[in-house]
């Protein structure tokens, strides 16, 4: 069975400090995989997207990154943290014909 | 881009209550989900939709893909306390490898017990 795993669960920053996030994918090979960053506001903002190992497409211009090193390993990144990177990230897998599958997300709070 | 509007925003019913939704767009879509979250987790996928027309059910869920491929709704039948969360859907268009989806808004359900 595929399943999605995300870390860390929660994390506290201060403003103008790295980071990473990681998800990872178990069960299946060559996945597509999703960022989506969602505000307390509740919509669902697709940040970055995977169809293979470096391969990655950027929907919103920002301060973040995303890399794919290996097949089922997606990372988030970013050089410097912003207030507004605040947010639940959530990353999500496809699977069956084209069906999203998400992980159970990051909290990240930047001070 | 391609929005989905969704409706209610938020609904809060008595317990045993059924429980209406949907989404409508201006662009046509290939695929309808509806997902389910709760506070703090990722959202859960409930009911996939694949072809204009089909009506799929879930336990007490049930979806519909319109007829148009621009709207889909989704009922809850004699809602309990742990139907409580947001309730997004999403459209695919489709056409490519990416898969990406369009999400509605959400809608916020609070069931009283």
């Known amino acids: 069975s595929q399943t999605i795993h995300q870390w860390p669960a929660t994390l506290v920053q201060p403003v103008g400090s790295p980071l990473s996030l990681e998800c990872t994918v178990e069960?299946?090979?060559?996945?597509?995989l999703y960022w989506y960053r969602q505000a307390a506001g509740r919509g669902l903002q697709l940040l970055f997207y995977?169809?293979?190992?470096?391969?990655i497409s950027s929907e919103v211009p920002q301060n973040l990154s995303a890399s794919r090193p290996q097949d089922r390993q997606f990372i988030l990144s970013s050089k410097k943290l912003l207030l507004s990177d605040s947010g639940f990230y959530l990353c999500?897998?496809?699977?069956?014909?084209?069906?999203?599958?998400f992980g159970p997300g990051t909290r990240l709070t930047v001070l | 881009g391609q929005q989905l509007n969704q409706s209610p925003q938020s609904m809060f019913i008595q317990e045993g209550e059924d429980v209406s939704m949907n989404c409508t767009s201006s662009?046509?879509?290939?695929?309808w989900l509806w997902y389910k979250q709760e506070p703090g987790e990722g959202p859960v996928l409930l009911i996939a939709?694949?072809?204009?027309?089909e009506l799929t059910s879930n336990g007490r869920l049930t979806a519909q893909f319109g007829i148009t491929r621009k709207d889909s709704f989704l009922n809850i039948s004699a809602s309990i306390p742990s139907d409580v969360g947001i309730y997004f859907c999403?459209?695919?268009?489709?056409?490519?490898?990416?898969?990406?989806?369009?999400f509605g808004k959400g809608t916020l359900l609070t069931v009283n017990p």
């Open positions: 999500a897998y496809v699977a069956g014909y084209n069906e999203q599958f």
């Open positions: 069960g299946t090979s060559n996945p597509n």
């Open positions: 995977s169809v293979g190992i470096g391969q």
């Open positions: 662009s046509i879509f290939n695929t």
């Open positions: 939709l694949y072809k204009a027309g």
């Open positions: 999403a459209g695919e268009l489709s056409g490519g490898s990416n898969y990406k989806l369009t």
